[in-house]
């Protein structure tokens, strides 16, 4: 079975910065897109940015410029640089397959809380 564990959240000022780490297991990381999701409450669980096999990326208009989705298929991790961090992007995020893949919906993880406040 997969697994994924999100990490580097926290509470952070307008205009900062947070790197936030998905550890994923399987032996099919290397074949599979992985995104980014958020979820704040009463809201629907969002992409904010995928990343295919390959390297190629896509973004969430909200997300594009400040941003970056990256990926280290050695060590099966994904990770999200997040810069200019605004209130607007507090949230829980997760990380699962995603963009080029579907995601796998009976393996979300915990998430990491991301709060953006002054």
């Known amino acids: 079975q997969v697994q994924f564990v999100e990490s580097g959240g926290g509470l952070v000022q307008p205009g900062g910065s947070l790197r936030l780490s998905c550890a994923a297991s399987?032996?099919?990381?290397?074949?599979?897109?992985m995104g980014w999701y958020r979820q704040t409450p009463g809201k629907q669980r969002e992409l904010v940015a995928g990343?295919?096999?390959?390297?190629?990326?896509n973004y969430a208009d909200s997300a594009k410029g400040r941003f970056t989705i990256s990926r280290d298929n050695a060590k099966n991790m994904v990770y999200l640089q997040m810069n200019s961090l605004k209130p607007e992007d507090t949230a829980v995020y997760y990380c699962?397959?995603?963009?080029?893949?579907?995601?796998?919906?009976?393996?979300w993880g915990q998430g990491t809380q991301v709060t953006v406040s002054s």
């Open positions: 399987g032996r099919s990381f290397r074949i599979y897109g």
């Open positions: 990343i295919s096999s390959g390297g190629s990326t």
């Open positions: 699962n397959t995603g963009w080029t893949t579907a995601p796998m919906t009976g393996y």
